[in-house]
């Protein structure tokens, strides 16, 4: 997800329970939001939801504040990204600061690389340069692992077993592929990956490719796109990589973050739907959960432990509400569910 907010934080000493407010200017007009999310809403479907488990709350986040990722690692820490620091959770504790990225910009994707490092995909909300990636080896040692293109916004990111990191711009309509040395290329710009100006899903900007994930293989790499409603495919073994779309339908409006389970199906948070959704490898959908706690869920992934490794961690945004874009008080938190399948080891 990508979204303009002016955010005041409050420094590295909080916690999920106990922070400050954050500050939120939003300047859309009014006729717009309601018009864009009458139409979001209403393109849901009749579908019948089929729950994996009823969604229950582990952390939640001060009013005012938009978590965006999360993400876990090998001893089941939890990280997640909220204004312009990651946060850590250790297992059965509280969320504290683990990194304060050094500019007033937004961290957005966040993944554990295979050197165990924390990497972060991140935005600028003004005139500050803010399209980096940041690599956090230890608490608080921020750096820039690559630069990007300033005029884009990266977005989410996944690597390849070769220590390549795959990184998304729904802005650029691109993904960029960083090497082990922080060296950046455009791996694919494409139609498909771009989003649609005329009728965005999130009514505020048009967003394009947006979550990412490599399939068991590594023979593919799988995108979603917010705008277009579709999860796109891209052959990791084509000399030309070209996205293809894979599945695409009105539920799929306003994906977001996705992740795979091991028979190779696919979990994928609609922001705009409230909703979760599976997509199997036959590209058939069906509704996980909607509604509820679900309040524009922006990522998802897997537990990495045998504690966890059937819990599926969800972050709920809230984005729309707390930017005033859907009526209703906003709840920002981190849910989790019970599923049968585990996930896809991302390290």
Same mark, same amino acid.
């Given at each position: ?9 409050? &420094? ?7 922070? &400050? ?16 999310? %009458?139409?979001?809403?209403? %393109? ?18 001060? %009013? ?7 993400? /876990? ?20 504790? #509280?969320? &504290? ?15 554990? =690389? ?44 996944? !690597? ?26 455009? !791996?694919?710009?494409? +139609? ?9 899903? @999130?009514? !505020?900007?048009?967003? =394009?490719?947006? =979550?990412?994930? @490599? ?26 990589? /070209?996205?293809?779309?894979?599945? $695409? +339908?009105?539920?799929?409006? *306003? ?8 028979? $190779? ?13 599976? #997509? ?9 959960? $909607? ?6 869920? +922006?990522?998802?992934?897997? *537990? ?19 930017? *005033?874009? $859907?009526? &209703? ?11 049968? /399948?585990? =996930?896809?080891? @991302?390290?």
């Amino acid at each position: 997800m990508w979204f303009t907010v002016d955010h005041t934080m409050h &420094g590295a000493s909080e916690r999920v329970e106990d922070m &400050g407010t954050t500050r939120v200017a939003v300047v859309i007009a009014a006729t717009a939001i309601a018009a864009g999310l %009458s139409s979001s809403v209403a %393109s849901a479907g009749a579908e019948a939801l089929v729950c994996a488990s009823e969604p229950k709350v582990v952390a939640e986040f001060a %009013s005012g504040e938009i978590p965006e990722s999360v993400t /876990t690692d090998a001893h089941g820490n939890l990280y997640v990204s909220v204004g312009n620091t990651i946060r850590r959770r250790a297992p059965g504790g #509280v969320f &504290g600061t683990f990194a304060t990225l050094p500019l007033p910009i937004n961290a957005l994707g966040v993944k554990v =690389g295979p050197d165990g490092c924390v990497y972060n995909a991140s935005t600028s909300l003004s005139a500050v340069p803010g399209a980096y990636v940041w690599r956090i080896c230890s608490a608080d040692s921020v750096e820039v692992f690559a630069e990007l293109d300033q005029s884009g916004a990266p977005n989410d990111l996944a !690597f390849d077993d070769r220590g390549n990191l795959f990184v998304t711009d729904p802005v650029l309509a691109r993904i960029w592929r960083v090497d082990r040395l922080g060296r950046a290329e455009i !791996f694919v710009e494409h +139609s498909l990956l771009a989003g649609t100006p005329d009728d965005p899903a @999130l009514v !505020f900007r048009a967003l =394009g490719v947006n =979550g990412i994930a @490599l399939d068991q293989r590594q023979h593919s790499l799988f995108v979603s796109n917010t705008d277009q409603g579709s999860i796109l495919r891209i052959d990791l073994r084509s000399s030309h990589p /070209t996205p293809t779309v894979f599945a $695409q +339908s009105s539920q799929l409006r *306003g994906a977001d973050g996705i992740a795979f389970d091991r028979d $190779q199906t696919l979990w994928v948070a609609v922001n705009a739907l409230d909703s979760l959704l599976t #997509v199997d490898r036959h590209a058939e959908i069906r509704v996980r959960a $909607q509604g509820g706690l679900l309040d524009a869920p +922006s990522s998802v992934v897997f *537990g990495a432990t045998w504690r966890d490794r059937n819990e599926l961690y969800l972050m709920s945004s809230a984005f729309s509400r707390t930017l *005033g874009l $859907q009526p &209703g008080s906003p709840h920002p938190a981190l849910l989790s569910l019970h599923v049968a /399948t585990p =996930g896809l080891p @991302l390290f």
